[in-house]
């Protein structure tokens, strides 16, 4: 089976709720791909997770930014995969950079929260990405790999996960990786899988890229062949998003 084109929308810490009822009659009313081509999933902040799910139309998911690494209990302040799957929200986003840089997440500890969501049934949006300074002395590959690593060894099914590549320099900076930058590491992290993983997983699964991401650059991206969709941050708040979404048409007739 082929990879179905995945594009995720990652609102981060912005919104309202007059300004989320804004971007879902933006998407209600756009004319996108049918699901048998694209897979669409929007992440607003906690908050507004309830609004978004019930007034989005079905073509499009809702996905939290984040849950806890294990059971819900005295952990103030976290949101629990159980509350997630309690509340329908079918995908949840982990090991996001600004996490990792900010908040300290280590690759073990992403590794464990991958693993403790899937093993509630969510599905799961894994992020991985080097930094300038990682790129520049040469060790991009290394430094993906050893967070796909973590990954690997804590999970034994890849049929939930989404793997996200966002460059942290390419990250809200309008510095986009070329369209040859990101295939590389796409395939590069697709022939770690092989070689870790298995043939099977290596093949079926979904490896996306984010940074600066836009109704621009989309279509070049997208007629990558290891690029198989999106993880979309600031205009995943703006209408070019619905152009994103249609970029997999460059794929279906590739
Ligand atoms: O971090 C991102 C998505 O998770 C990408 O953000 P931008 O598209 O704003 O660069």
Redo the contacts with the bound molecule.
């Keep these: 089976m082929g990879r179905k084109f995945f594009v995720g929308g ?1 609102w ?1 810490c912005n919104g309202t709720i007059d300004e989320v009822k804004k971007i879902v009659s933006t998407l209600n009313e756009a004319e996108v791909p049918s699901q048998d081509v694209v897979e669409v999933v929007v992440s607003p902040p906690f908050v507004f997770l309830p609004l978004a799910k019930s007034s989005l139309k079905p073509d499009y998911q809702v996905a939290a930014q984040n849950c806890w690494v294990k059971k819900g209990g005295a952990y103030t302040g976290e949101i629990s995969a159980e509350m997630l799957v309690n509340l329908g929200v079918p995908w949840v ?1 982990l090991g ?3 996490r990792r840089a900010l908040l300290n997440e280590s690759n073990e500890f992403v590794g464990e929260k991958v693993a403790y969501a899937l093993s509630l049934g969510l599905k799961v949006i894994a ?1 991985i990405g080097e930094t300038l300074e990682q790129r520049e002395s040469g060790s991009t590959i290394a430094v993906v790999s050893e967070q796909t690593k973590a990954i690997a060894d804590k999970v034994s099914n890849w049929d939930n996960v989404v793997l ?1 590549y ?1 460059p942290v320099w ?4 309008g510095k986009v990786a070329t369209p040859a930058q990101a295939q590389e590491v796409h395939a590069e992290l697709r022939k770690w899988l092989e070689q870790n993983v298995g043939a099977e997983v290596a093949a079926t699964t979904r490896i996306i890229y ?4 836009n109704g621009g650059n989309c279509k070049e991206l997208a007629g990558q062949p290891d690029i198989d969709g999106f ?6 708040l703006k209408p070019e998003f619905i152009d994103i979404i249609k970029s997999a048409t460059v794929k279906k007739n590739a």
């Design positions: 990652n981060k986003i996001h950079s600004e992020c996200a966002e390419a990250i809200g900076t984010g940074g600066s991401v993880l979309v941050g600031g205009a995943s």
